[in-house]
C-alpha cells in the first residue's frame, strides 16, 4: 500500500534556531500535502499545506517545500520557540476505491530548548 | 472551537463489550474519517466517509463499524473482535469537492481505556 516515512523521529533545537523535518511519499498522483502539530494530549490542528501545482509555500516563519519528481516534502520552521515544541505530522493524499484520504506519517517530536 | 465534538472524552470498557464513540460535526462537511493514535505512533486510518450513506474501510478497520445515517454524525463502534482497542480515536472532517481533498479538521478525541 501507499505509505508516508517521516525524519527525524526526535528533533532537539536551540530557541532561534532552525528545524526542518522531512517527509517522503509513495503515491505519484499524491497532489495534497498538509502538516499538523499536536501539542500533548490535544488535538491535531493543521499549520499549513501545499499542493502539487506549487513547489514553495510560506507562512510567517514556517515554510513548506515540495519536490514532486523526487517524492519529497519538508516542513521549515525558523526562530524557533518554546511554544514550536509539540509533534509535528505529514501528510499526503492518496486516492482508494475512488474515494481519496490522507496517509500520515509517524510524527517528529520538535523540543525547542530556551 | 472548530465545529466538530467528540463524546465522551474518556472512556473505559470491561473486555467483551462493545462501545460507540460518538462524533458531530456542524461545518456542513461532506466527509468524515475516523483515526486511531497509539502512544508516540503517527495517526491511521479505521474508516472514512464522503457522503450519507456510504463508507469505506481504511488501514485498519478490523473489529470496528461505523455508520452515516446523518452528514452530521459518524459514530464508531469498537466491537468486542477488536483485540487491543486502548487507544486515542480521533474524527475528523472536511470538505471534498471533485476528488480535491481540503484541510481535515480534527475532534478533541475520545481516549479509550479497555479494563
Known amino acids: 500500500g501507499e505509505n508516508v516515512e517521516q525524519h527525524p523521529s526526535t528533533l532537539s533545537v536551540q530557541e532561534g534556531d532552525s528545524a526542518v523535518i522531512k517527509c517522503t511519499y509513495s503515491d505519484s498522483a499524491s497532489n495534497y500535502f498538509p502538516w499538523y502539530k499536536q501539542e500533548l494530549g490535544k488535538r491535531p490542528q493543521l499549520i499549513i499545506d501545499i499542493r502539487s501545482n506549487v513547489g514553495e509555500k510560506k507562512d510567517q516563519r514556517i515554510a513548506v517545500t515540495l519536490n514532486k519528481t523526487a517524492k519529497h516534502f519538508s516542513l521549515h520552521i525558523t526562530e524557533t520557540q518554546p511554544e514550536d515544541s509539540a509533534v509535528y505530522f505529514c501528510?499526503?493524499?492518496?486516492?482508494?476505491?475512488?474515494?481519496?484520504?490522507?496517509?500520515f506519517g509517524s510524527g517528529t517530536r520538535l523540543l525547542v530548548r530556551p | 472551537d472548530g465545529g466538530i465534538t467528540q463524546s465522551p472524552k474518556y472512556l473505559f470498557r470491561k473486555e467483551g463489550q462493545n462501545v460507540t464513540l460518538s462524533c458531530e460535526q456542524n461545518l456542513n462537511h461532506d466527509a468524515m474519517y475516523w483515526y486511531r493514535q497509539d502512544p508516540g505512533q503517527g495517526l491511521r486510518l479505521i474508516y472514512y466517509s464522503q457522503i450519507v450513506n456510504d463508507f469505506q474501510k481504511g488501514d485498519i478497520a478490523e473489529g470496528y463499524s461505523v455508520s452515516r445515517e446523518k452528514k452530521e454524525s459518524f459514530p464508531l463502534t469498537v466491537t468486542s473482535a477488536q483485540k487491543n482497542p486502548t487507544a486515542f480515536y480521533l474524527c475528523?472532517?472536511?470538505?471534498?469537492?471533485?476528488?480535491?481533498?481540503?484541510?481535515?479538521?480534527f475532534g478533541p478525541g475520545t481516549r479509550l481505556t479497555v479494563l
Open positions: 475528523a472532517s472536511s470538505m471534498q469537492l471533485a476528488g480535491v481533498l481540503d484541510e481535515q479538521f
Open positions: 501528510a499526503a493524499s492518496t486516492a482508494g476505491d475512488s474515494s481519496y484520504k490522507l496517509i
